[in-house]
């Protein structure tokens, strides 16, 4: 009886080990494996890492052309470096991130706007509320908070009777750029650990949705004007970021964006949001668009680790080579906001 008992245990086992290496098999076969961040990929950020670090500003800041010691060129900057694990006191660039931290801090005015010495407007201001918010929610750092906070409030209260925000922090216009770069912001702020008014994103993404064209399936810079890329990649990336999933907008959106990759205007702002909206779909579809990103992204890289091309210029090479490590370094899953 006892041999009888073995035997049957022992089928019963094999029997079950044969099915879970099936099912495995099976898995393999039908789902693609999670993307990661390819050896040319690497090289290639750490060299363009190295690039922006050595034209960093002695005050923490980074500047681009006409744009002088900025806090949305600062942001993308250090957002470049978060992406890739860099922390202040951590990593090898961690005396880089700490400065360009410290810069966004003073950038601060007494009622929260993020925009220097120099001056900006809510696309800066956006930015360097994003950077901030990722660094409180990486480090914990005490110093941060206060600073966050009165940013997130200076957006809530610049929301206007549309749902969305216009360039000056006043509830005044608005438009789909200025509005998702707000939400992005909130939505960091959220993550990290700061209260924001559920009504408040409701009432952004019901601005976003209006500036949707059902017939084209894209977003648009305003409702009823045509849509492009740029606009419908960001529009995407925020509806995921906020837990629309299941959105009716999302799959003829994707299709949009597939169609008009290589579209010229706002080529790198679009890029930057379209690389984390498909890292959200995830699958197959991530898998491939990543593949092409590499394909694109990589031999336009200079000799000097910038990504500095003319025939897609737009802004400057301190822009276009942060933007290029964000979309390069989304596989690492390093910035809060853009995790699944």
Known sequence: MLRFTLFVVSLFAASMATLSAQAADKKDKSAPEEVKMNERARKATAKALEWLAARQNSDGSWSEGPYPHNTAITAFALLAFLSQGHLPGEGTYGPEVAKGSRFLLASAREDGYLIGARGGNMYCHAMATLALAELWGMTGDKEIKPVL????NLIVGSQNFEGGWRYEPRPTGADISVTIMQVMALRAAKNSGLHVKDETMRRAIAYINRCYN?????????????????????????????????????PKAIEFMKRHASEHQHFWYGHYYASHAMHQVGGKEWEEWYGRICDTFLPWQSDDGSWSRRDRFEVGPVYQTSIAVIILSVPMNYMPIFQR
């Not at 906070?149 to 997130?152: E, F, L, N, R």
């Not at 810079?221 to 999302?250: D, S, W």
């Open 214 to 250: 059902k017939r084209l399936g894209g977003f648009a810079y305003m409702p009823g004007q045509p849509p492009g890329f740029a606009r419908t990649a960001a529009g995407v990336c925020v509806l995921q970021l906020t837990g629309e999933y299941k959105a009716a907008e999302i």
């Open 149 to 152: 906070t009165k940013a997130v």
